[in-house]
Structures are given as structure tokens and as C-alpha cells.
């Protein structure tokens, strides 16, 4: 497919994604099978904004579930990322999402054992992650968390805690390693 081309089918999927009511720039770039999705059920308080130069591979689902979701200028999200933006999330500039990675800014209520957990209201946990941060392959981050600007956090990790900017994390749950060095 020639340049033209691809521009011209980029241009498009923004262009039925504002119609849908995302806030996002033209010149993003949206991969295809993208769903970016707002429920409509909660009037003025759900958003979704892409600001300029973000990327948005093959297969993300971002669905604001009555919150917002904000990308920063410059963001990039690998296939098959998930993120739920029900407590709110932020994303810094220049911050990179690898394959695979799930975003979720909320938990389950935990009733006692006579209630039944699936009709509980949710737990809204705003999950805001900083500026230059790398989160590898595969990685959980769990609502309730502030990820540092320059941040690394290694493949498979779960994030469930606060991690200190420019912090290199890994594990299950994700525990720093060391520091990234000072220039």
C-alpha cells in the first residue's frame, strides 16, 4: 500500500473515531481492528483523548467505562494492549506500552458471602503513569497506582504498588531492581 494510501485510511479511522465522540488529533496513527470505545451511559464525565503523534497498534481496546483515559503527545501502545478506563487513567508523553499489557483502573467490591460479587459497584482506582516510562511485554498494572516519569518496568510484571521515578521494576508483584543512572 502506498503512503498516500495509508494516510488516507489513517485519516479515516480518526475521523469515524471523533465521530464517535473520542478526542483525538489527526495526526495520530491508528493501526486497524483498534476499539476505542465510550459507553454513553454516563453524560459528560467519560473521555477518551489521544493528543498528537500517538500510536495505537493492531488490536488495542480502550474502553473509558465512565471515566477518562488521556494520552499525552507521543505515546505509543503495542498489539493487543487493554486498558480500562473506569477510575481515570493518565499517560505520559513519550511513553512507551508494550504487547500485550492490561491497564485496569478499578477493582470489585468484596461483599460478604451472601452477596453475590458481580452485582457490586466497582472500586474506581485511578491509575496515572509518567512521562518516558517503558512498560515491557505482557505487564499488569493494577488501579490504585502513580508510575514515575522514566520508569522501566521489565516483561510479565505486575504492578500493584507506587514506583519511584526513573525506578527499573520487575516481577510478580513488580519490586525495584535499581535506578536508572543520572545523565
Known amino acids: 500500500m502506498s503512503s498516500l494510501s495509508a494516510r488516507i485510511i489513517n485519516r479515516y479511522r480518526v475521523w469515524r473515531l471523533r465521530a464517535k465522540g473520542v478526542n483525538i488529533t489527526y495526526d495520530a496513527l491508528i493501526d486497524n481492528d483498534v476499539a476505542l470505545e465510550l459507553s454513553g451511559t454516563h453524560s459528560g464525565t467519560e473521555t477518551i483523548e489521544l493528543n498528537k503523534e500517538c500510536k495505537l497498534s493492531k488490536g488495542v481496546i480502550i474502553k ?16 493487543y494492549v487493554v486498558i480500562y478506563g473506569h477510575g481515570g487513567i493518565t499517560i505520559g508523553e513519550n511513553t512507551l506500552i508494550a504487547m500485550h499489557t492490561c491497564i485496569v483502573s478499578s477493582n470489585h467490591t468484596i461483599p460478604n458471602q451472601t452477596e453475590l460479587i458481580r452485582f457490586k459497584p466497582d472500586v474506581l ?7 518516558d516510562v517503558w ?20 516483561a510479565g510484571s505486575v504492578v500493584i504498588k507506587d514506583l519511584p521515578p526513573y525506578s527499573i521494576s520487575v516481577g510478580n508483584p513488580a519490586k525495584v531492581l535499581k535506578y536508572r543512572e543520572p545523565a
Open 64 to 79: 473509558a467505562y465512565g471515566g477518562k483515559v488521556i494520552l499525552k503527545p507521543n505515546v505509543f501502545i503495542g498489539e
Open 135 to 154: 512498560i515491557g511485554a505482557g505487564c499488569k498494572i493494577l488501579g490504585g497506582v502513580t508510575i514515575g516519569n522514566g520508569c522501566i518496568i521489565g
Open 125 to 131: 482506582l485511578p491509575v496515572n503513569i509518567g512521562s
